[in-house]
């Protein structure tokens, strides 16, 4: 590939990602009249996903990051082993540790996410199991305690935080797990 392509394909790249980011200002597009995590913003509607199995089958191309026992695919953020804990099967943060990312870097993906926030909830708004998934060091897909908290519509749970609300807000009670993505 020659580096006119390559640049071409970086430009197309950056130009996509910008405008995951940016306000669709094409003509006939409807206005954005909501500011970066305004309170009246509406929520997005909450809906009551189907109840299944926690353990459902992969595609069988996916790349299993976390398979309740190892932590083989993380690092911390900063170099250096993840410092979460794994919990019967499931992965935990522990105060203090940082974030963690996956040891290979990702393009295209699809992506499948379950979590489950603590009971009883502790804290409000922001401050009820807030965490995310950042795609790319540069979007978060807010993992939040969003059952029946207040909080900014551009924060619930599944939004492109502080950008896009998610279409509907699926958490769950506290312990109940959520597969959102």
Same mark, same amino acid.
């Given at each position: 590939m020659s580096s006119r392509s390559i640049a071409i394909v970086g430009l197309l790249a950056a130009a996509s990602l910008a405008a995951l980011a940016a306000p #669709? #200002? +094409?003509p006939g597009a409807p206005a954005i009249a909501w500011r970066q995590? #305004?309170?009246q913003r509406p929520k997005p509607p909450v809906v009551e996903p189907a109840d299944a199995p926690i353990a459902? +089958?992969?595609p069988t191309d996916a790349v299993i990051l976390f398979d309740g026992k190892s932590l083989d695919a993380w690092k911390? #953020? +900063?170099g250096g082993p993840a410092r979460w804990k794994i919990v019967? %099967?499931?992965l935990q943060t522990v105060p203090g540790a %940082? +974030?963690?990312e996956t040891r290979r870097e990702f393009g295209d993906i699809q992506l499948h996410v379950e979590w489950s926030a603590p009971s009883p909830p502790h804290g409000k708004g922001q401050d009820r199991g807030n965490s995310g998934v950042f795609l790319m060091g540069e979007f978060e897909? =807010?993992?939040l305690d969003s059952y029946r908290a207040e909080t900014y519509a551009? %924060? =619930?749970a599944g939004a492109i935080y502080g950008q896009y609300p998610p279409l509907s807000n699926p958490a769950r009670h506290p312990v109940s797990w959520i597969p959102v993505f």
């Open positions: #669709d #200002d +094409r995590h #305004d309170i459902s +089958r992969p911390a #953020d +900063r019967d %099967g499931t %940082g +974030r963690i897909v =807010q993992v551009d %924060g =619930q």
